[in-house]
């Protein structure tokens, strides 16, 4: 018996490039947020997604929501793609939770 339903592979990591709707001279964050969000509707493992909306959130003052996000991201990289974040998520979640609002546009460099 045949089966009708499609093997879904996940996009090749050079090809998840995010085009942010923002830059690390815009300060619209919450812009940058929905475009992000809708991104990972099609592609809810995509950690360079994740990483923006984390810092996002953070640069307007919701550590929390930006904590909750990693934890989005680590759930769907589990869920789909049965792996751990990267490295660069996992760092820039650790500044986030444990470091001080006032530096946190000084991650910028670790996104996008």
Known sequence: MVSNQLAISPPRKEDRTV?????KE???YEKCIRHLQSLL???PTNE????MIMLSYALLG???AAIRQF???EDN???YLDIEPEPETVNLHKKIKHGNPKDYRKLLNLVG
């Open 19 to 23: 085009n942010l709707p923002c830059s």
């Open 26 to 28: 815009k300060t619209d």
């Open 41 to 43: 509707l099609s592609d």
């Open 48 to 51: 360079e997604a994740h990483r």
């Open 62 to 64: 919701s550590r929390s």
């Open 71 to 73: 934890k989005v991201c």
């Open 77 to 79: 990289l589990k869920k």
